[in-house]
C-alpha cells in the first residue's frame, strides 16, 4: 500500500533500529545502530547503470528465534502507509512520524486486535513517498509473527527482511545490481520478481526464490521474453502465485504467468489488463482471481473462476476511475472503491450485483488501500482531514485506519493507535 498526498494514492514503507534502544528508537528510526545492511542492495537508479550480471544466491545465516521483541512506545503522530496482518489480531502498520532525526520511518504491531499497539525497530530508510526521498521503502509484510519484508518496488526502491519479528532488519544480498517488479510470500516461500532495468524497461527477469525463516535465496526461471515494462503487479495465494507483465506494446494484454508448486511449473495465459497500464491482480484462491485494470482514465474489474486461463468483465460494478481499489474477502465476496471519493461498493454474488455500502472512513475522504486478512476481518487505510492537534504542520493528511468484521458490510474506525 502507497502513501499518498492530496492528490495520488498508494501505501508505504518502513525502517530499523536495535532491539535493545530507548523507547524512542523503538518507534522511529534513523539512528544507524545496529541496522544491519549486511548486503548494501543498490537501488534501480544505480542498477540502471550496471552490466554486472548475477552471482550465486546470497545466504544470510538468522540466528534462532524464538520470541516476537516486546516493543516500545508508538511515537506521537504516528501516520500509517502500510498494513500487513497474520491473523485478526495480529497486524503490523509500517509509517513516520515527527522526530529529530533524518529519517522518521516507524513500525507499530499490535497483538490483540488493535486494543494495544507498541513500537518497534524500523529500517534505516526513509519512506519512499512524502519524505522527498529518491529511493527507501513503502511497504510491509509479514508472512508469519517472526518473518517480515520492507520494501519498494521500483525506482530507488529498497528491500528489507526481519526474521525477529522486527527486532533486527537486514538487508540481503540477492538484490544487488537489480531492480524489484513485485513480492509476495505462501506455503513457507517468500518471492521476488527482480530483474535489470532500466529507463522503465527490464531484462534478464527470474523469480527470486527463498524459505521465509531465512535468507537463502535462489533464482528460478520464468517464461518470460528478453525484455518487459518495470511496473507488474503480483498475487500468492498457497503455493501458487501470478504476475502479470507488458511484454510489448504492441501487445493488447500484458502477459499473466502462473506457477504452481512454489514455483516448480509455470504456464502462461492473456492478462486481463492492458499493456502499458498496470494494473492489480489478487487471488482469493487457487481457482478465483480478481482483477482491476486502468483504461486510462478509466478501469474494468475482472474476474476468473479457472485459476486465469479465462476472464470475465464485472460491468454490474459501473463506471470506475482508473484510481478504483478492488479487495476481494472470498471467492464471491469483494469490496470496491469505484473513485477516489466516494461510497464503497460490496458484491456477496461474485460480481454479478453490487450494492453501496453505508458511509464508511471520514466524510469526503478516500481509502489509499483496503485488503481482507480472512473472509470476515478486513482492514483499510482511509485519508482525510487532519485532526486539530495533528504535529505535521506542514505535511500530508494522515491515514486512519478502519476495519471490518462482517466481510466488509459495514466499517469501524478509525482504529487508536496511541501516541
Known amino acids: 500500500m502507497n502513501k499518498k498526498w492530496p492528490a495520488a494514492l498508494f501505501v508505504a514503507a518502513l525502517f530499523v533500529a536495535i532491539l535493545g534502544a530507548s523507547s524512542l528508537l523503538a518507534a522511529c ?37 524464538t520470541t516476537v521483541p516486546a516493543g516500545g ?79 519498494a518496488t521500483g525506482p530507488g526502491g529498497e528491500f528489507w527482511d526481519t526474521h525477529d519479528g522486527g527486532g533486527q532488519w537486514q538487508r540481503p544480498g540477492f538484490l544487488t545490481g537489480r531492480g524489484l517488479l513485485e513480492f509476495g510470500t505462501g506455503a513457507g516461500y517468500a518471492f521476488a520478481l527482480v530483474g535489470l532495468c532500466q529507463n522503465g524497461s527490464c531484462s534478464a527477469v527470474t ?17 518470460v521474453p528478453a525484455d518487459v515494462d518495470e511496473v507488474a503487479s503480483m498475487t500468492v495465494h498457497g503455493s501458487d502465485l501470478w504476475f502479470s507483465v507488458t511484454t510489448s506494446a504492441s501487445q493488447a494484454n500484458q502477459l499473466l504467468v502462473v506457477g504452481t508448486g512454489s514455483g516448480a511449473q509455470f504456464s502462461t495465459y492473456q492478462s486481463p489488463c492492458f499493456s502499458g497500464l498496470g494494473g492489480s491482480i489478487e487471488a482469493s484462491s487457487a481457482d478465483v482471481l480478481w482483477a482491476m485494470c486502468p483504461t486510462g482514465m478509466m478501469a474494468e474489474a475482472f474476474r476468473s473462476t479457472d ?23 472470498s471467492d464471491t465476496t469483494a469490496v470496491i472503491q469505484p473513485a477516489e471519493q466516494g461510497e464503497l461498493l460490496r458484491t456477496d454474488d461474485g460480481g454479478a450485483t453490487w450494492q453501496t455500502l453505508p458511509a464508511a472512513g471520514a466524510n469526503g475522504s478516500w481509502w489509499s488501500w483496503i485488503g481482507f486478512t480472512d473472509t470476515a476481518t478486513g482492514s483499510g487505510l482511509d485519508q482525510g482531514d487532519a485532526p486539530a492537534n495533528w504535529p505535521w504542520p506542514n505535511g500530508p493528511y494522515p491515514e486512519q485506519l478502519w476495519r471490518t468484521d462482517d466481510g466488509g458490510a459495514t466499517w469501524s474506525g478509525p482504529v487508536t493507535i496511541g501516541g
Request: hydrophobic share 35%; aromatic share 6%.
Open 307 to 329: 485459476g486465469g486461463s479465462q476472464w470475465k468483465a464485472l460491468s454490474a460494478a459501473g463506471e470506475l476511475e482508473n484510481s478504483a481499489l478492488l479487495a476481494p474477502a
Open 207 to 223: 523469480l527470486e526464490r527463498s524459505p521465509v525463516s531465512s535468507d537463502q535465496w535462489s533464482a528460478v526461471a520464468v517464461p
Open 29 to 65: 528510526g534513523g539512528t544507524g545502530g545496529q541496522a544491519a545492511d549486511s548486503a548494501a542492495t543498490t537501488s534501480t537508479s544505480a542498477l540502471a547503470a550496471s552490466k554486472a550480471t548475477t552471482g550465486p544466491p546470497t545466504t544470510t545465516t538468522v540466528p534462532a528465534t
Open 73 to 151: 512506545t508508538v511515537p506521537s503522530g504516528f501516520d500509517p502507509v502500510s498494513f500487513t496482518a497474520v491473523s485478526p489480531s495480529e497486524y503490523w502498520l509500517l509509517g513516520d512520524a515527527p522526530c529529530s532525526n533524518p529519517v522518521c520511518t516507524s513500525i507499530v504491531r499490535t497483538s490483540d486486535g488493535g486494543s494495544h499497539f507498541v513500537g518497534l525497530p524500523a529500517p534505516t530508510s526513509p519512506l519512499l513517498e512524502g519524505q522527498g526521498s529518491s529511493t527507501g521503502i513503502n511497504t510491509l509484510r509479514f508472512a508469519d509473527d517472526l518473518d517480515g519484508y520492507a520494501f
